[in-house]
């Protein structure tokens, strides 16, 4: 195999899932496939989840001579604090009608979390263009926020080609403006997209109270 070809297999590694004892765990933080009797999954491992979802099924049924995979999360950095969702909610009204963003951010050392404004390119009540926030080197990306000022919270075919190689959470914040303003949250990994349908009640609680327009 040509030296390149080795360097990716070894980034990204495929696992047959063996039947009669667990599948070993991941060493290191990074991603692999697991091949299962049930099909193909993706483990991703990093300092702050660990998870693994189905990326493709069998459309053939052959005997698939592996253990079978179960989907699973782990939030290792536990529950991010409502608190830090109503400065958000806060910076999204202040900036209304226009756009605004932030990263909610994790220490790996500290295991605290913080707010951190993004670096802001342009803004308007229809865009938002910005560059990344300076970050100390053990913090990581937990959630992705921006709002959309006056209009609906939702994510848009512009939210998905940003997304789609990031592993985190997506929050957009909409209706600004309102008593309670609306949310749309989601998991990215690697593509993959899971919408909650319903984000914590605090969430709606705490934004009552956070620089109403």
């Not at 300092?47 to 053939?60: C, N, Y």
């Not at 263009?129 to 006056?150: N, W």
Request: charged content about 25%; overall charge neutral.
């Amino acid at each position: 195999m040509n030296a390149a070809d080795s360097v990716l297999q070894r980034s990204f590694p495929t696992v047959m899932v063996p039947r009669r004892e667990p599948v070993g765990p991941m060493t290191s933080a990074g991603e692999r496939l697991l091949v299962g009797e049930n099909g193909v999954f993706l483990e991703i491992s990093l300092p702050w989840i660990s998870l693994v979802r189905r990326v493709a099924s069998f459309t053939a049924s052959i005997p698939i001579p592996y253990g079978r995979v179960e989907e699973h999360t782990n939030l290792v950095c536990g529950r991010v604090p409502e608190e830090l969702i109503g400065e958000f909610v806060a910076m999204a009204r202040a900036a209304y009608p226009n756009e605004t963003g932030s990263w909610i951010v994790w220490s790996t050392r500290t295991r605290q979390f913080r707010l951190l404004p993004v670096v802001i390119l342009s803004q308007s009540s229809g865009s938002l263009k910005y560059d990344r926030p300076e970050r100390h080197d053990d913090e990581v990306l937990i959630i992705d926020c921006h709002s959309h000022g006056r209009h609906p919270a939702y994510f848009s075919s512009t939210d998905n080609e940003d997304d789609k190689h990031d592993i985190k959470f997506s929050l957009v914040v909409g209706n600004c403006a309102a008593h309670v303003p609306s949310f749309a949250f989601r998991l990215c990994a690697k593509g993959i997209f899971e919408e909650v349908e319903r984000v914590p009640a605090a969430w709606y609680r705490i934004s009552k109270l956070a620089g109403a327009v």
